[in-house]
């Protein structure tokens, strides 16, 4: 019904940026509120950012804050995550989700559809 596709991993040097998109088809992607989840080897996938169908609404895990920006292009169908001052430690796959709720939703199990991952590496 909705397909995520990640794309925008790689390596960069600490203290770098990268830009994470996502582009969803399928179903009317303006209607579903959208998230960023990571997952180290060996760890729990976490939240990282969200935001609401309209954009108007976002949140973010304190790790990030001040950091990350989540922003949407719903005429794209497209999610981005700007990432500044990356650290080693946001070393993981990233992976784009969304929900059927419009509010922002920030637990893995409140997610409906996944998209692959793409893997982001922070040298130090």
């Known amino acids: 019904q909705v397909q995520l596709v990640e794309s925008g991993g790689g390596l960069v040097q600490a203290g770098g940026s990268l830009r994470l998109s996502c582009a969803a088809s399928?179903?009317?992607?303006?209607?579903?509120?959208m998230g960023w989840f990571r997952q180290a080897p060996g760890k729990e996938r976490e939240f990282v950012a969200g935001?609401?169908?309209?954009?108007?609404?976002?949140y973010y895990a304190d790790s990030v804050k001040g950091r990350f920006t989540i922003s949407r292009d719903n005429a794209k169908n497209t999610v981005y995550l700007q990432m500044n001052s990356l650290k080693p430690e946001d070393t993981a796959v990233y992976y784009c989700?969304?929900?059927?709720?419009?509010?922002?939703?920030?637990?893995?199990?409140?997610?409906?559809?996944w998209g692959k991952g793409t893997l982001v590496t922070v040298s130090s």
């Open positions: 399928g179903r009317t992607f303006s209607s579903y509120a």
């Open positions: 935001i609401s169908w309209s954009g108007g609404s976002t």
């Open positions: 989700a969304s929900t059927f709720n419009k509010g922002v939703v920030t637990t893995t199990t409140g997610m409906d559809y």
